[in-house]
């Protein structure tokens, strides 16, 4: 079986990535990024966890790395994607960290959000603790690759019992500069004991050219923590996107994800945690949006390692054009794990007789005493509810428009942050109905 | 206001209504009873303009003009409004941006200024009373999670709002309780003036306790048996449809 495409091109730049100058801290991790990356190259669609995705595009690239040119980029173009000019927000640009479009000095006391070159210094501990330990290189060419090119990225640390209600907010942005390029940032964050804070992830095209995001995030919340992750994905609209989270709860911690999924032409999202304590839970779901000859695939992994844990999903997808979207759901639960409670819920709602979706959820039970349900459905527009519209005089058109919303706005309303939900849920109501309000 | 000729209409082929004649002034109150399977709802979901059922013969004047050849939108625009038998559940619209978009429709068909938000929960206050309901039920997604009786209540919510000429109730007696039918009823009542009309589709009697009808038809195998007024209704509350049926056959 073959399993492996050898992508020559990208393993050349990684071989000199990872042989070029770097802390100390970081050189391990690019060997090890480096050597599985050129033993296993990129999964085909014999790998099962890339059955419906075929990453060939990617392997057969020339991308170089970005060199970090942000002098197209202006505050102005960027406020669209800035949820709250008052939160802390570092923006990295074409693949390197932009101190001038940032804005730290708002960081409330409790947390740190240090780019990853400077928090090697200041916070090495926090670093060499998680630096591929949730993600380790072997865990799949993508984080193999983004291991050897380890260099950028974010260290979002909060104190044990801080609780910080302003939400970080790291953001990714290409333009024109970064086309043929690529980027491989690192994300580190770990939310100590008690700790409660909101960390978004954006990742933004602003430009129409082709180019490759690859990233990694590692996350710790330690027992009694909650931590609230979103991933806002407006890649651009050629870009190839491949984002893996990795997580591990502590004992009664809560890890909160939220997917929001609209851009790039071929994208993944990993969103693995591992249920690591006991009475922990985690909530992940996710809205996926696309049109075009877009694909777009999610892949969740909850594993269930201690008693009394609980898991939530819901992910949905709007799909129009000749899209394709995935989701594989993945829930494992180890044989100490009793008095695990999982549910999974997976709707799409196609709107083109084109667009094509595979989900399949996936649960393995070891455990005796347990309560695990998972659900998928695919439909259309329901014509029950479209008729009761229009028998209120609502058209047509506004009445498909406002249920395609409406099948959106379920999972949207779920964000906890109001500012984040508002917005999502102004993006999603802009894109299917004219009403602006 | 409403006249039904000789309607006939179908349902995937299968033939449901078999020539019914039916005429609605302005002023009055019709109720329409029968046995299950008679094709009182059919005839209400054909007079909303549900597009699974096909007109196969007769017409439909409603002011003169052939409704069936309008969409269903267009009709409510025009006044026509049905309160489902079985409200529908629409999780993620608020209750209020439904209402506020269904009465912006009406008086954009009327070449009316739209109103916004704050303007309409002005406006929609009164009625909230009308059927005993509370505001908070205004921000919760259109009937998803509400009880039969609030359904049936927020049927009647709608039917305040837009001000229909034509009101057309399904059933709206079915699964209440007497508190819930009292005030249903009593929305109903209050709603009704001199230059419109309501059919109300009934299996049972009760509900003609509280809605008094001018006249009552009763529908059987797809035809108006037999019409009479609001006695009728008595009658048929004592006896049972049998005797009808057995008189007609």
């Known amino acids: 079986m073959n399993t492996m495409i050898a992508a020559p091109a990208l393993l050349s730049q990684a071989t000199a990535a990872s042989a070029s100058e770097a802390p100390e801290a970081l050189r391990a991790e690019r060997a090890a990024g480096h050597r599985e990356f050129e033993a296993n190259g990129l999964p085909t669609t014999k790998v099962e966890d890339w059955h419906y995705t075929s990453v060939s595009a990617i392997a057969e690239s020339t991308f170089a790395p970005m060199q970090g040119d942000a002098s197209g980029v202006t505050a102005e173009q960027l406020a669209p994607y800035i949820f709250s000019t008052s939160w802390p927000t570092l923006v990295f640009v074409n693949g390197v960290y932009a101190p001038s479009l940032s804005q730290t000095d708002n960081l409330p006391a409790g947390i740190r959000v240090l780019p990853l070159a400077q928090a090697v210094g200041e916070l090495g501990d926090v670093v060499t603790r998680q630096l591929g330990t949730l993600a380790p290189a072997a865990r799949d060419g993508f984080t193999a690759l983004n291991a050897s090119f380890l260099g950028e990225g974010v260290v979002v640390h909060v104190s044990k019992e801080m609780v910080i209600d302003v939400p970080v907010h790291l953001l990714f942005v290409v333009n024109d500069a970064g086309v043929g390029g690529m980027q491989h940032p690192r994300i580190l964050m770990l939310a100590e004991r008690h700790a409660r804070a909101t960390v978004i992830e954006s990742w933004v095209g602003l430009t129409d050219g082709t180019y490759f995001s690859n990233a990694v995030t590692e996350v710790t919340v330690e027992s009694g923590a909650t931590l609230h992750h979103l991933k806002v994905q407006r890649e651009g609209r050629n870009a190839y996107h491949v984002g893996t989270i990795e997580a591990r709860q502590g004992r009664d911690s809560h890890y909160v994800n939220f997917a929001f999924t609209t851009g790039a032409q071929l994208s993944r999202t990993n969103v693995y945690t591992v249920l690591d304590g006991e009475g922990c839970g985690t909530t992940l779901n996710g809205l996926t949006m696309l049109d075009g000859e877009q694909h777009g695939d999610v892949q969740t992994r909850i594993e269930h390692a201690q008693p009394k844990c609980f898991s939530r999903q819901m992910y949905k997808s709007i799909l129009d054009d000749t899209s394709h979207g995935v989701f594989n759901g993945k829930v494992f639960v180890q044989s100490i794990a009793q008095q695990t409670d999982g549910k999974q819920t997976n709707n799409t709602m196609l709107l083109s007789k084109t667009a094509q979706v595979d989900a399949k959820p996936q649960l393995e039970i070891f455990a005796d005493d347990v309560k695990c349900t998972h659900g998928a459905t695919v439909g259309r527009i329901d014509e029950t509810a479209l008729f009761y519209m229009k028998s209120r005089g609502i058209d047509n058109d506004t009445s498909r428009q406002l249920l395609t919303y409406a099948f959106a706005a379920d999972v949207l309303e779920t964000i906890e942050n109001e500012t984040i939900r508002d917005e999502l849920e102004r993006i999603t109501m802009r894109r299917f109905t004219s009403v602006t309000d | ?249």
Not at chain 2, 26 to 43: D, Q, Y
Not at chain 2, 102 to 114: H, M, P, Q, T
């Open chain 2, 1 to 249: 206001m409403l006249e039904i000729r000789d309607l006939h209409a179908a349902v995937d082929g299968t033939p449901i209504l078999k020539g019914i004649s039916l005429t609605v002034n302005a002023g009055e109150v019709h109720a329409v009873m029968g046995p299950n399977g008679s094709g009182k709802s059919t005839l209400a979901q054909v007079l909303a303009g549900h597009p699974a059922y096909e007109i196969t013969g007769g017409e439909i004047l409603y002011h003169g003009e052939n409704l069936a050849e309008m969409d269903a939108e267009v009709r409510a625009q025009q006044g026509v409004f049905l309160a489902f038998q079985y409200p529908v559940e629409i999780p993620g619209v608020s209750n209020a941006y439904f209402l506020r978009a269904a009465y912006n429709a009406k008086r954009k068909a009327k070449g009316l200024d739209e109103v916004d938000p704050m303007e309409f929960l002005d406006l929609v206050e009164e009625q909230l009373k009308l059927v005993d309901m509370d505001p908070a039920m205004l921000h919760r997604s259109v009937n998803a999670g509400f009880s039969g009786g609030e359904k049936k209540r927020n049927e009647i919510l709608q039917m305040a709002v837009l001000t229909p000429t034509l009101a057309i109730l399904d059933e709206t007696d079915s699964g209440l309780d007497i508190d819930a039918l009292r005030i249903v009823a009593n929305g109903v009542n209050a709603l009704k003036r001199p230059d419109n009309a309501a059919i109300v589709v009934t299996h049972y009697q009760r509900l003609l306790n509280y809605i008094v009808p001018d006249y009552v038809h009763v529908l059987a195998g797809g035809r108006i048996v037999k019409s009479g007024g609001k006695e009728l209704a008595l009658e048929l509350e004592a006896r049972g449809y049998d005797w009808l049926l057995e008189a007609v056959a």
